[in-house]
C-alpha cells in the first residue's frame, strides 16, 4: 500500500522532539505569568472577514496565503488562523473582557497557518508564541512587553540580542508621511520591483519592508517616520525609550522598520539574533490603536507581539542550548515464565499510582530481549518478575548503568525504586510503604545474577 505523507510545509512532533517543545512552552508560561499574562486559546477556524478587515485585504497573508474553507452546506467562508491578535480582539471582544478591569493581559502559544512556499525554518502550520495587552495606551506597556521577550530570551540563554525600533506614527500624523513617501518614490518607481510598483498604489508604507537588494539603494534615502510624528506620537515614542532605558535593555532606532501589517499603529520593534552569521527576527510587535474599534469595540488602545517557536528552537539548537530533556522512567518492568501479566499490570499501575513513572513489556520478549529494550530508554531500574520471585512475593531490582542488583518485597517495591531514584516524583502519592525501610545502601546483596534464559 502507498504510504500517505504529511502536507508540504508541516512537521510532527516525535516523542523524542517532545520535550524540548514542552520545556520551551513550560518557560515561556513561566515568564508570562510573573509578567501577569493570562492565557488566551481560540479556535483554529476563523471567519475569513476577520482577517479580511484587521490584517488588510493588500497583504499577502489575505491576498494569497490563507487556507479558506467553505464547510458542506454553508456559505460562509472560515480561514484557519493565519495570526494571533486579530483573533485575541475577536475574543476579548465576544467574553466581554472589555467590560471588566482594564488592562487585559493576554498571552497564547497556538498554531497559525499560511500557504507560504516551504523553506528551511518556515512552516504552513507554525506555533506562535504571542502576548496582548488591551486598554494601556501608556509607553510602559509597550515597554513591559518588550522586557518580557528580553526576559524570556535571557533565561533560555539566548544572548546578544538587537532590538529595533521605530514608531510609523498614527492616523493624525501618517497621511503627511504617506504622501512624502509617495513624491521620494513615484519619480523612481521605473526603477523599483514589480512588488514594489504595486505597493506604490495600495500601501506605500510597505515599499520600506522591500528585500530585493536593487530597492535597498531607494530605501536608504527614503523619508523616516519619526521626521514626521505628531506631537502626541512624538512624546509617546519619548516616553518608551525612557523606560526601556530605565530597564536597561539596548535598543537601535530602526526607521527602516514598519512590519507588514495595516494594523499598526505607533510603536513597531523587532528583536533580532545574529549569533549565527545572518541576522534573524525572533520577536516582531507593536502597537495597534485602532484595531479593538475596527472589529466593532469601543476605542481601546493595543500592543502585542508574536515570536515563531520553530525558528527559535532552531536558533537554541544551533547554540547548542536546547531545553528539556526526556523524563526518565523510575523503573521498567520486565517478566519471564509463568508470572501472570494482568497481575504485573495491577503491580505497575500500583507503582504509577504510588507517583512513579513505570512501564512494562506487553509482547512477551525474552528477558534478554526485555532488558535490552529497557537499556534503550531513559530509564534508572530494571524491575525483573520471573517465577521464583513471584512465588516469594518479591521481585529483583537491578540499577541498569552500574548492574547491582538486589530483592525488594513487591509491598516495599515502590517506596525502594522512590528512595533509590532519589526522586521527588510521588509527593503525596505515597501508598502506605513509607520511607526508612533501610533499601538504601543495599546495591548487589540478595542474588547476584538473573539468568537470562
Ligand atoms: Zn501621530
Ligand atoms: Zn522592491
Not at 502576548?131 to 522586557?147: K, M, N, P, R, S
Not at 494594523?263 to 534573524?280: H, M, N, P, S
Request: charged letters at 25%; one cysteine or more; hydrophobic letters at 40%.
Amino acid at each position: 500500500m502507498e504510504r500517505i505523507q504529511r502536507p508540504r510545509g508541516t512537521y510532527d512532533v516525535t516523542p523524542q522532539e517532545a520535550p524540548r517543545w514542552q520545556a520551551l512552552e513550560a518557560r515561556i508560561r513561566d515568564v508570562a505569568a510573573r509578567f501577569g499574562f493570562g492565557e488566551l486559546r481560540t479556535p483554529v477556524i476563523e471567519a475569513r472577514e476577520l482577517f479580511q478587515r484587521t490584517v488588510g485585504e493588500t497583504t499577502d497573508i489575505v491576498q494569497k496565503e490563507m487556507y479558506v474553507l467553505t464547510p458542506p452546506g454553508s456559505d460562509r467562508q472560515l480561514v484557519l488562523r493565519p495570526e494571533g491578535t486579530a483573533a485575541a480582539v475577536r475574543a476579548y471582544l465576544e467574553n466581554g473582557l472589555h467590560n471588566g478591569p482594564q488592562p487585559v493581559k493576554l498571552f497564547y502559544i497556538q498554531p497559525m497557518f499560511r500557504h507560504e512556499r516551504p523553506q528551511a525554518g518556515r512552516y504552513r502550520q507554525h506555533v506562535q508564541f504571542g502576548v496582548e495587552i488591551f486598554g494601556a495606551g501608556e509607553a510602559t506597556a509597550d515597554a513591559e512587553i518588550i522586557a518580557l521577550a528580553v526576559t524570556l530570551f535571557a533565561e533560555l540563554g539566548l544572548e546578544g540580542l538587537e532590538v529595533h525600533l521605530n514608531s510609523i506614527g498614527c492616523p493624525v500624523c501618517r497621511p503627511r508621511y504617506r504622501q512624502a513617501l509617495l513624491e521620494y518614490y513615484r519619480p523612481r518607481a521605473a526603477e523599483l520591483c514589480s512588488d514594489c510598483r504595486a505597493r506604490l498604489e495600495t500601501n506605500p508604507l510597505r515599499l520600506l519592508d522591500c528585500k530585493v537588494p536593487a530597492d535597498q539603494p531607494h530605501k536608504a534615502g527614503a523619508p523616516r517616520t519619526v521626521d514626521y510624528l505628531c506631537d502626541a506620537c512624538r512624546d509617546h515614542f519619548d516616553q518608551l525609550q525612557a523606560a526601556l532605558a530605565a530597564l536597561g535593555i539596548a535598543y537601535r532606532l530602526d526607521s527602516g522598520l514598519v512590519r507588514g501589517l495595516d494594523y499598526y499603529t505607533r510603536t513597531v520593534f523587532e528583536i533580532k539574533y545574529g549569533g549565527l552569521g545572518a541576522q534573524d527576527t525572533v520577536c516582531g510587535g507593536g502597537r495597534y490603536d485602532g484595531l479593538i474599534e475596527l472589529l466593532g469595540g469601543p476605542p481601546t488602545p493595543g500592543v502585542g507581539f508574536g515570536m515563531g517557536l520553530e525558528r527559535l528552537l532552531l536558533t537554541l539548537e544551533a547554540l547548542g542550548r536546547v531545553p528539556g530533556a526526556a523524563r526518565p522512567l523510575h523503573a521498567f518492568v520486565a517478566v519471564t515464565g509463568q508470572v501472570p501479566r494482568a497481575r504485573v499490570l495491577a503491580l505497575v499501575q500500583d507503582l504509577r499510582r504510588a507517583g512513579l513513572a513505570v512501564d512494562m513489556d506487553h509482547v512477551g520478549r525474552s528477558l534478554k530481549a526485555q532488558l535490552r529494550a529497557a537499556a534503550r530508554l531513559p530509564v534508572r531500574y530494571a524491575v525483573i518478575l520471573g517465577d521464583e520471585e513471584w512465588a516469594a512475593g518479591q521481585a529483583t531490582v537491578r540499577h541498569l548503568e552500574s548492574g547491582a542488583q538486589r530483592r525488594v518485597a513487591l509491598a516495599e517495591l515502590a517506596a525502594a525504586l522512590r528512595e533509590e531514584a532519589g526522586s521527588p516524583a510521588g509527593e503525596g502519592g505515597a501508598d502506605g510503604d513509607g520511607h526508612g525501610s533501610g533499601h538504601g545502601k543495599g546495591h548487589g546483596q540478595g542474588r547476584a545474577e538473573v539468568e537470562a534464559e
